[in-house]
DNA sequence: TCTCACATGTAACTAGTTACATGATTGC
DNA sequence: GCAATCATGTAACTAGTTACATGTGAGA
């Protein structure tokens, strides 16, 4: 098994869902953390079939395409739950703009400080889309929030990460501008 | 050119390595946002001569096997310097604990609370290495840190952004457990 | 003698990206 | 007619991981 795959049972676990909705929520809001194009998803929808984990039924419709839905099984469900809290290794993290600051003695000051400016805006960009899907969130169902174990607690608590994660980022881009403001004659 | 190569590069912007060398930077400390594994170092390091942006000379050691040490060129330092501020996509972020933590509702909630319990432990460990690195930045090239363009200034401000990062992601974790223990009896 | 750190490589595999490929239906 | 969204697939390539492979010298 793959993460892809436990993404895509975790996924299915929620709701019966095609390839397409799969791919799409790959992008958003789960694609946050675990991008997919549907170029793996198709063939690992296959693959979790094979082993038993998904069925899929042909859905007809009569405005758009045909589709495939696919829904988790019992044996499915147990995978995943299973997987959850199973033994991880450390994950690897690679971060190309950490790696570059590593080597920002080397730069041009104005490109460089393009560079985090622009950074800075993305990372802001992002919060606001998280901080956006939070107050949905809260606006939406309150309760799930007291609800540890429903699953529209487990997306909050994603987003909590993905906010939390984005405030710090664009903190720490901004301490680099003013560091490397502070000093501007000097380049 | 790979981002495996500009990162090689930087390092040896600094001072000439060896590939051995240059793995065991690529553990601690740059491995910490770029980890790369000799298997995969040895060959760029060859691309990297044929491409005419380092060289190398075998340097006998009387206690210890040959190694080769390499240096950048000219050449290479032009490439590197245009790299770090060069266009950048947008990085793609997979961070398994996170789309586990989408699928929190499915879990036990004993098992649960171990994971982001060791989790919460790591970020800790990980806190505490790279603040021990800033303390010893601090202690031993107080000057450095005022000279933005200096390569000191830059791993400082890697583990400024290290020592957030781990900062942010431990505060996580404890809210996660915070949540999830406050529901003690309802899982 | 055995283990550890130093030192350098190759081979096989896996996950993920980019590009290729097709086709339905809606709206401009 | 053309572009956009929906819908599903395959092929080729790239980066990164794991495993295989070899050899030196120091110290216990």
């Not at 998904?54 to 147990?78: F, L, M, N, S």
């Not at 450390?90 to 570059?100: C, F, G, Q, T």
């Amino acid at each position: 098994m793959t993460t892809l795959g436990y993404a895509l049972l975790g996924l299915l676990a929620r709701e019966p869902l095609s390839g397409y909705d799969l791919a799409r929520q790959l992008k958003h809001p789960v694609g946050f953390f675990w991008p997919a194009r549907h170029s793996q998803i198709y063939p690992e929808l296959a693959a979790l079939e094979a082993a038993g984990l998904v069925t899929h039924e042909v859905v007809e419709q009569p405005d758009r395409p045909d589709k495939k839905v696919y829904a988790i099984t019992e044996q499915g469900q147990t995978v995943v739950r299973e997987w959850v809290t199973s033994p991880m290794d450390v994950p690897s993290v690679r971060d190309e703009l950490v790696l570059r600051t590593y080597c920002l003695w080397l730069a041009e000051p104005d490109k460089l400080r393009a560079l985090f400016q622009e950074h800075a805006a993305r990372h802001a960009a992002q919060l606001a889309e998280y901080e956006g899907y939070e107050h949905e969130c809260r606006e939406h169902a309150p309760e799930a929030l007291h609800d540890t174990w429903s699953p529209l607690f487990a997306k909050y608590a994603t987003l909590r990460r993905g906010i939390s994660y984005e405030r710090e980022y664009l903190e720490w881009c901004n301490w680099v501008l003013s560091c490397i403001t502070a000093q501007d004659t000097d380049g």
